[in-house]
């Protein structure tokens, strides 16, 4: 499985960005995905997740009501719109695919990141 994010940049505080991920090498819309994100000096931390349909998402804490996940089977592709961005949200994000077909399993192929800096 190979995973392509991009849409990573610098904004400002309050502002948006989406991120995309691409994934090939196998059939898309079997398997759940995630974003996850770390920041310098802290562990990597769980950000969001949909399920292989769409049907269901997941959001961690500190992003519930300002990210939403979604995604485009036809496409292959995953979003994470982010809105609102808050200085705490700069960080390696990274998309993740789950290797476990139509489940949420915790393991995951990983992308390499796309940065996100938020400056106040």
């Known amino acids: 499985v190979q995973l392509q994010a991009s849409g990573g940049g610098s904004v400002q505080a309050g502002e948006s960005l989406t991120l995309s991920c691409t994934a090939s090498?196998?059939?898309?819309?079997?398997?759940?995905m995630d974003w996850f994100r770390q920041a310098p000096g802290k562990e990597r931390e769980f950000v969001a997740a949909?399920?292989?349909?769409?049907?269901?998402?997941r959001y961690g804490d500190a992003v519930k009501g300002r990210f939403t996940i979604s995604r485009d089977n036809a496409k292959g592709t995953v979003y994470l719109q982010m809105a609102n961005l808050k200085p705490e949200d700069t960080a390696v994000y990274f998309c993740?695919?789950?290797?476990?077909?139509?489940?949420?399993?915790?393991?995951?192929?990983w992308g390499p990141g796309t940065q996100v800096t938020v400056s106040s």
């Open positions: 993740a695919a789950d290797r476990r077909l139509r489940t949420f399993s915790g393991s995951f192929y």
């Open positions: 090498g196998r059939k898309f819309d079997d398997y759940s």
């Open positions: 949909i399920s292989w349909s769409g049907a269901t998402q």
